[in-house]
């Protein structure tokens, strides 16, 4: 069962939601902040119920955190100028194809997420898990207001491995590379 009915900040994607940019299995820091554990989540415009699952929950996430985001100011900034996690791929990576026609919402946690495949049997083998599978995410929005930036940021909570990819950053797999060539007698 689903919990995110009692939990409006929270969403689950879709199946074809495409992963890049995975740091899954080991956080990393970025300019020296704390290291964390991240995915950039690639979603398809045409996947309308996901985005408006996104954005649903980034209002929601905006009406719980007013009082974070007031801080010491007189009223609560509109969401309309607060920065927002849900973002255009074809206006902000117009280079990269594989954000073309497709929302992007980058996605972090300090804790490891938990990674199952469309079994739901958790991953193991961290080779299986790279930039450019597609798969579910669940993740969930809350309001931030810190050293003067104010905004809705998105926390990564767990990923389910739908199915494989092409690999986004030019790397290939070795059991890739490796599939079609003829055993060769090396002894010979």
């Not at 609560?76 to 919402?105: H, I, N, Q, W």
Request: glycine content about 8%; some cysteine.
């Amino acid at each position: 069962m689903s919990n995110t009915a009692n939990n409006p900040t929270k969403v689950i994607t879709g199946p074809n939601t495409r992963w890049s940019y995975a740091n899954v299995w080991t956080p990393k820091a970025i300019n020296g902040g704390e290291p964390k554990y991240s995915v950039s989540l690639i979603i398809p415009k045409s996947d309308k119920k996901t985005i408006a699952k996104i954005e649903a929950a980034i209002e929601a996430a905006y009406h719980e955190g007013e009082a974070k985001l007031k801080g010491n100011g007189r009223s609560v900034p509109a969401l309309s100028v607060l920065k927002t996690p849900l973002r255009d791929g074809d206006t902000e990576r117009p280079d990269d194809e594989a954000y073309a026609d497709s929302y992007f919402v980058n996605a972090n946690s300090t804790t490891a997420p938990g990674i199952v495949d469309a079994d739901r049997q958790p991953v193991i083998d961290t080779s299986e898990v790279y930039s450019g599978v597609y798969g579910r995410a669940s993740i969930n929005f809350y309001a931030f207001n810190s050293n003067g930036n104010k905004g809705i940021a998105c926390g990564l909570n767990n990923l389910q491995k739908i199915r494989d990819g092409e690999p986004l950053g030019g790397k290939s797999r070795a059991e890739d590379d490796f599939a079609d060539e003829e055993e060769e007698d090396f002894l010979s």
